[in-house]
């Protein structure tokens, strides 16, 4: 009796969550009169397929695509390795300043955003990789990169040393024994933590709108935002969009849920 | 398990290994930092020379005329007593400082209530519920604020149909966005559905770890279900606690989006916080050098909250 | 420090970037040599085959020039331009607001042009030439106007029995309590008129004789306290009160007022001229049933809000006499004349025998106009929404017209007298 009632308010709870993202795709697959209804209509009826139609046959779409992933991609696959070789060094040695990097990691997390908005622009001009997608590049690993170091500790924290001591035992090399022993109980976290760096360039707007100038460049986010400020297009084709941008995130994240949350605590819990 | 596929040969590694170890020792003394380089370098490249320059502009005067005619005009501390003279300011801060309370406190209240029907649930609905803060997790901040906005529309949204069809309010047509006292709960709303699944897994993966003869043992003395969850369950999760409520509030403090893409800092600026006021200053009104300072101060105030954050993973560690 | 970073960005460029980084070095900085002129125009100005027609006669004179044409938001255009003006390549050419022009020009961010180079420069449109000027000199020439009309359903205007025009204020407020009685529907609106549509409502207080600011020795000072603004201010609440459902927490948003009256939520809107193509091309049932009058005012038309747009050359254009040339032409009698028939409002009273349909019905209104205080501080009144919270307080009754009009006053004096 009382399981059933626990059982019931976590649906209760569960729709809460999921209303808003129901919402969203569910507009996405009405036409406008059922959108712009006085009383709406809970279950699109008849689903209407127009608003995916639209975009997915217009070039915009595949141009921030394209754009975003190639972006995307490049940040994930740098700030990972990055990150990793300097998880080992934090997790796996005691050395001078590695307090004052753990440090100086957590405080960078601290800056405001925004804040860092004209010294970002006016270093990329003084580097004239202002409109490229490198400059977008390398604001994006600025954000990521301390966080993914941050979780990827946590996860080397996690595999006991004593696992490629005895590899190295048997005469493996340091790097051998890392390589073969450590990567692979390491790997689902490594996953975790690219899928976090990825979540944060793929759905970042105001860099990506003011240091990309040119539309062929732009990513899904400043696509999605020029939906919203274009006339006569409205909250159909607008939702049907952030269907398609936010779908991939939630199915990635499904996925991983439950190796993120791991590393998450073992980062923040182990010192 | 690779361990077992190697099997040991013989005599070589203790040769090997005793031959080895002055060189090993050497090189895994700069081992670390060869490793940490790219880090460091790629950390000093893109966030340690923007910070530099964050905090020459709040020493300078920065606006729209400078910026194209790249001019530098350093001004002393003008920028810090502007912005600490400004009586914004003073609204703002304290605002955003309550602000972060609530939604932090809410996030957490709310997290530990999700993680505690999470563990209590049969697992079909524990899967339901998890993944659906997962749904919610994983909307990008923007795109949230976007369809929240659409939610709570006066004309043509959903919350007030729901409200008015189950018969809480008569809201057909009601504007949320007139007062400052609604539009801020509409914040609220948005940053609290945003935060709470982080929160509820990594707290749900907390009490994973408390072992469940305590409840019993408790249990079988007569405790209650919140005399158990404050006696037992609370102080051994108090570090997990701690790290959550401290980034629960830095993140909150930083807010941005949630606001921009729903007020706008309205009605009469009563839902401007920190970041909306900075957005203003700088990128508005190009003054960028006044809203440097106030983004220095800003960090000053997070790291003083990111040093509890440190304190407690000291306290953690030892 | 400028090496420093380069050097920076240089390694990480090294450490795999190299993919992304030639076809990102094509681009910024490196590209717009010579051979291309960059011109940023705004969404929803001048048809697009005007424009490709205007850069084929440039490119034409220019062997081996390209013109690269890009559409910017309204949304957001502040930041785009402020980064894109101060960086190495800025572009060429520029449509901006006609409220926007003085902030860039007082910054040095355009060229200085000469009235002289372009033809009907006698006879511009007011509203436009002084928005393009900045210390008796010209930084941004008129592109084409805009005023804001009633537009209508003729369809329900016959239902409702209304068989002329409304040409006062009354009239206007008779109407839409016809059509209200003609579609009883709840959310039915006679006019609708969402709460925080500030260039619809402050015609209304021009309309009464009051004014937004007046410079008073060097100050400023909000005048919108004035008897005369206040009387306007009572006049737009009754109005919106009795006759409108709109949502009183938003903007202009182009579009519900063309979804409100496309799906029949109301018979009458106050918009831009232009919404009627847009509408026309959504609803295509609705198209011969749209009419649009000037907004009436309370004897005869009301005071309208040129709005529009300039074109300026910015001061780091590489090839300034090709990015003037491409303004000239555009500018000239025979694109204007043109333009004139897609909806918009040409840049010289000299063209009024070219329009017609309602384009004349703006021309004519345009006869009485008022424009924004001329202070470079003005854009920050608009991002701070002085005026739309004023407007919203007093439609949803939250503060009295005297209460809402003064603090408004107090914000407008302190965001118009700050110092850069």
Redesign the interface.
């Known amino acids: 009796m009382k399981k059933a009632l626990v059982n019931v308010a976590c649906l209760l709870v569960c729709a809460f969550f999921v209303f808003p993202v129901y919402w969203m795709a569910t507009t996405a697959l009405k036409p406008d009169s059922d959108i712009l209804r006085h009383t709406p209509k809970l279950v699109p009826s008849p689903v209407h397929w127009d608003n995916f139609r639209e975009i997915l046959t217009a070039s915009g779409f595949w141009n921030a695509m394209r754009s975003s992933l190639l972006v995307t991609g490049a940040v994930v696959l740098l700030g990972m390795a990055v990150s990793f070789l300097a998880a080992v060094a934090l997790a796996r040695f005691r050395f001078r300043g590695r307090t004052a990097f753990l440090l100086a990691i957590i405080i960078v997390q601290m800056i405001p955003g925004e804040a860092l908005f004209i010294p970002f622009y006016l270093m990329l001009r003084d580097a004239r990789l202002l409109g490229t997608y490198a400059g977008l590049v390398i604001v994006y690993m600025s954000f990521t990169l301390p966080f993914a170091v941050w979780m990827l500790r946590g996860f080397v924290t996690a595999v006991p040393a004593e696992l490629e001591q005895a590899a190295m035992v048997d005469g493996a090399s340091r790097f051998q024994a890392f390589r073969k022993v450590v990567f692979p109980l390491v790997a689902p976290g490594l996953m975790a933590t690219s899928v976090f760096s990825w979540i944060t360039a793929w759905t970042e707007f105001t860099y990506a709108y003011v240091l990309l100038d040119e539309p062929a460049r732009y990513t899904l986010p400043v696509y999605i935002q020029s939906f919203i400020g274009r006339y006569a297009t409205d909250y159909g084709p607008q939702m049907a969009v952030a269907t398609l941008f936010t779908l991939p995130v939630v199915v990635f994240f499904l996925i991983i849920q439950r190796r993120a949350v791991a590393g998450l605590s073992a980062g923040a819990v182990k010192g | 398990m690779t361990l077992t596929r190697n099997p040991p040969r013989a005599a070589a590694p203790d040769r090997r290994r005793r031959g080895v170890r002055p060189a090993s020792r050497s090189r895994s003394r700069a081992l670390p930092y060869v490793l940490l380089l790219p880090a460091a370098l790629g950390i000093l490249g893109t966030l340690v020379y923007p910070v530099f320059q964050l905090v020459a502009l709040s020493f300078q005067r920065e606006n729209l005329a400078d910026l194209i005619r790249r001019t530098t005009t350093w001004v002393g501390l003008d920028n810090y007593t502007r912005t600490l003279t400004d009586p914004q300011f003073w609204t703002v801060l304290p605002r955003t400082i309550a602000f972060a309370l609530t939604c932090a406190g809410l996030t957490l209240l709310i997290g530990t209530l999700c993680a505690l029907l999470l563990r209590a649930a049969s697992p079909w609905a524990r899967l339901a519920l998890s993944s659906g803060l997962v749904v919610a997790w994983a909307t990008p901040v923007f795109i949230g604020a976007v369809i929240w906005r659409w939610l709570f529309d006066s004309e043509f949204g959903v919350v007030n149909h729901l409200l008015t069809v189950t018969g809480l309010c008569e809201c057909r047509g009601h504007g949320w966005f007139l007062t400052g006292g609604q539009a801020t709960f509409v914040l609220v709303v948005i940053i609290v559905w945003g935060a709470v699944p982080f929160v509820a897994l990594s707290v749900y993966g907390g009490l994973l770890t408390v072992p469940p003869e305590l409840h019993e043992a408790a249990r079988v003395d007569g405790a209650g279900a919140t005399r158990i969850f404050f006696s037992i369950t609370f102080p051994l999760l108090r570090p997990v606690y701690t790290i959550l409520l401290v980034l629960s509030l830095i993140w909150d403090m930083k807010v941005f989006p949630q606001i921009w893409f729903t007020t706008k800092g309205g009605p009469y600026e009563s839902t401007v916080m920190l970041g909306v006021y900075i957005y203003n200053k700088g990128i508005n009104a190009s003054q960028f050098g006044a809203a440097s300072s106030i983004a220095v101060l800003m960090t000053l105030l997070l790291v003083g909250l990111s040093w509890l954050y440190v304190r407690a993973l000291r306290q953690e560690a030892s | ?2 090496g ?3 050097l ?2 240089a ?3 090294a ?3 190299a ?3 030639g ?3 094509e ?4 590209t717009a040599g010579p051979g291309t002129l960059d011109v940023w125009v705004m ?2 100005s001048a048809p697009d085959d005007l424009i490709e027609r205007v850069n084929a006669e440039v490119e034409a004179a220019h062997p081996g020039l390209t013109v690269r044409v ?2 910017l ?4 255009r ?3 331009w ?7 390549d800025p ?1 060429d050419v520029l449509e901006m607001g006609n409220t926007d022009v003085l ?2 020009a ?4 355009l060229a200085e042009l000469k009235p002289a180079d372009y033809e009907n420069s006698g006879t511009w449109l007011k509203g436009l030439a002084d928005a393009g000027g900045y210390e008796g000199k010209l930084y941004g020439v008129p592109y084409y106007g805009g005023t804001r009309v009633v537009i209508y359903r003729k369809d329900l205007f016959e239902k409702a029995g209304i068989d002329s025009e409304p040409a006062t204020l009354a009239e206007l407020r008779q109407a839409a309590e016809k059509l209200m009685k003609a579609n009883p529907g ?2 039915f609106s006679g006019l609708y008129f969402p ?1 925080r549509y500030q260039y619809g409502a402050l015609p209304f207080v021009f309309d009464a004789g009051g004014q937004i600011a007046a410079k008073e020795g060097t100050a400023w000072k909000g005048m919108l306290s004035t008897p005369q603004s206040q009387q306007g201010l009572r006049n737009w609440a009754d109005l919106v009160k009795a006759v409108s ?6 903007d202009t948003d ?3 007022f ?2 409100a009256l496309g ?1 029949g ?1 109301t018979g009458m809107i106050i918009g831009q001229a232009w919404m009627m193509r ?1 509408l026309g ?2 609803y295509p049932k609705l198209a011969d049933q749209l009419g649009a009058f000037p907004v009436p005012g309370v004897n005869g038309t009301m005071p309208v809000f040129i709005g529009g747009s300039n074109l300026v050359v910015s ?2 254009s590489q090839a300034p006499a090709i990015a003037t040339e491409w303004v000239k032409l555009i500018t000239g009698t025979k694109y204007q004349t043109e333009l004139a028939r897609s909806g918009l409002l040409p840049n010289s009273t000299s063209l009024e025998g070219v329009v017609e349909g309602v384009t004349a019905v703006q021309m004519k209104a345009a006869a009485r106009s008022w424009f924004t205080p001329q202070s470079t501080q003005w ?2 009144v608009d ?3 002085v005026l ?2 004023m407007f ?2 007093i439609a ?1 009754g ?1 503060k009295s017209v005297a209460e809402a009009a003064a ?1 408004a006053d107090k914000k407008i004096a302190e965001i118009l007298n700050a110092t ?1």
Do not use: F, I
């Open positions: 420090m400028r420093l970073a380069r920076l960005c390694v990480l460029l450490g795999g970037l993919a992304c980084s076809d990102g070095g681009g910024g900085a490196a969404r929803d890009q559409v938001d309204w949304e957001g502040d930041v785009k402020k980064t894109a003006l101060a960086g190495d572009p902030t860039y007082a910054s040095g961010a709840e959310d709460g459902k709109a949502p009183l927490d938003v182009a579009d519900r063309v979804d799906q939520h847009g091309e959504k001061a780091g854009s920050n991002n701070a929404q739309q919270d919203q307080a949803s939250e603090t850069g």
